[in-house]
């Protein structure tokens, strides 16, 4: 989410939560996953990514297994892509694997309307046809458009139709933090 024109009202996790918030989110994928062969996390662009690659790290490191893994951008597949918005920063997806017949976990920052999450489930299945697709979003803010849920949630959180999640990470932003504005 961009982070100009926010007012920022509330810090509702500083690093040390996030970092804990992840472990949980880590233990919660291994636990439900962890029977599946043929795992792959994805993360999706643009702070999905940074998440991803520290669930996957983590992972490893607990599991001492080689996990696929895989970016994915959803510029194209937005459902608002041709309804006047500026030109979208179409970022490249890479998925160094094969798509079909694997259990994929996307993971993104923020679960807001569903939207995002659709777009991405649409990309991977141009890729293939996985056995399975779960979700894991760092924060769920609420407000579902589409009859969407994530498998793996760190933190649910209330915002009104005037309010924004911003997510920061210090692959990006120099620090981690996440909170709640006004737009």
Known sequence: MKRKGLNITKVIMNAEEMERTINRMVHEIIERVGPKKNVAIVGIRTRGVPIAERILKKIQELEKVKVASGTIDIALYRDDFFKGLASPEVG?????????????????????????????????????RPASIMYAALVDRGHRELPIQPDFVGKAVQTGDNEAVAVYLKEIDDEDKVVVGEK
Do not use: E
């Open 92 to 128: 490249p997806s890479n998925l160094n694997f094969n798509v079909d017949g694997a259990n994929i976990v996307l993971i993104d920052d923020v679960i807001y309307t569903g939207r995002t999450v659709r777009a991405a489930i649409d990309a991977v299945m141009d890729y293939g």
